[in-house]
């Protein structure tokens, strides 16, 4: 805390990412990135890209880009929003659709981002009681007068809601932003991108960081109505028009045309997975089913604290929350088949 400090400033609790310690190495899964490479066509567009234009402003409306992701999901430039990284995505979202005084929805155990870019824009919010199993409880999800925002699948526990579902929340939610927050939407789930052509009130955000390996590059994008997108333009150019260099316009523009290694890694991810789940089973753990690149584990006796220390100490990182509902909870994201057995083997020595 600081005099120099602004008020807003002072009253802000930041959002704390995952830890990156630099002691030794670790076997790292507590950020759910993408344990395999990007698709080398991005790599040689990227450095192909980094040559004397950079002396030039990127494009602000980044339309390649746009036109590219348009293309591959079947929408126009016009329905598609870019942002550097789907978190600034999410916080130009709540600036463009969220008002003070006006509540939005979203469940108790989620995103941990979203109370706090509530709380930087002063937007009220209401949590919704996640049943036992985690699952949305699909019915409490109205909101006559704010907004509603929910991960699918959810994070952190990866439990996935059907596009049924989404359907009845969007029907219920006519004259109100419903925003998908789709990050982890690749590795087995449903996008709700379909539902795009019956409601123009649905925001879908994604990003790159996860199924396409590209969380260093930062980008992230969202999908909806002309109108929708063109609040968040409204928003980015009056912040900063640059929001995406033109090494990430080029890196990102190649990952969309790379569909044979996004669909190779994807596939890998999600058969580590199943792999996975019925190891730790076996161990004893509680497993909250996934549509995620990561797990959500409990064990009936050892708390969740001690085992993320002492994985930690067996050189493994995964996240623990000391929160209310999860702090017997594990998030451990998918890594490498190596990478997830030398995490299985430290487990066993930990719950034997
Ligand atoms: N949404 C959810 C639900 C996430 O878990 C994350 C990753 N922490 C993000 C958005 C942000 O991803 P990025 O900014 O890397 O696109």
Known sequence: MSKYWSKAVQGLEPYVPGEQPKDKVYVKLNTNENPYPPSPKAILAMQA????????????????????????????????????????????????????????????????????????????????????????????????????????????????????????ILRKNRDQVVIVDEAYIDFGGESAIKLLQNYDNLLIIQTLSKSRSLAGLRVGFALGSAELIEALDRVKNSINSYTLDRVALAGAVEAFKDEAHFEETRQKIMATRQRVMVSIEKLGFEVVPSTANLIFISHPVIPAERIFRELREHGVLVRYFKKPRIDNFLRVSIGSDEEMDCFLTALRDIVK
């Not at 995103?111 to 919704?128: E, K, N, R, T, W």
């Open 49 to 168: 890209a980094a040559d004397d234009k950079l002396r030039l402003y990127p494009p602000p409306t980044c339309d390649e880009l746009r036109d590219t992701i348009g293309a591959y999901y079947g929408l126009k430039k016009e329905q598609v929003f870019v942002g550097n990284g789907s978190d600034e995505v999410l916080a130009f979202s709540f600036m463009a659709f969220f008002d003070p005084g006006s509540p939005i929805l979203f469940p108790d155990i989620t995103y941990s981002f979203y109370p706090v870019y509530a709380a930087l824009f002063h937007i009220d919010y209401q949590l919704v009681t996640l049943n036992e199993d985690f699952s949305i409880p699909v019915e409490a999800f109205w909101q006559p007068n704010g907004g509603i925002i929910f991960p699918n699948p959810n994070a952190p526990t990866g439990r996935y809601l059907s596009l049924a579902a989404i359907e009845t």
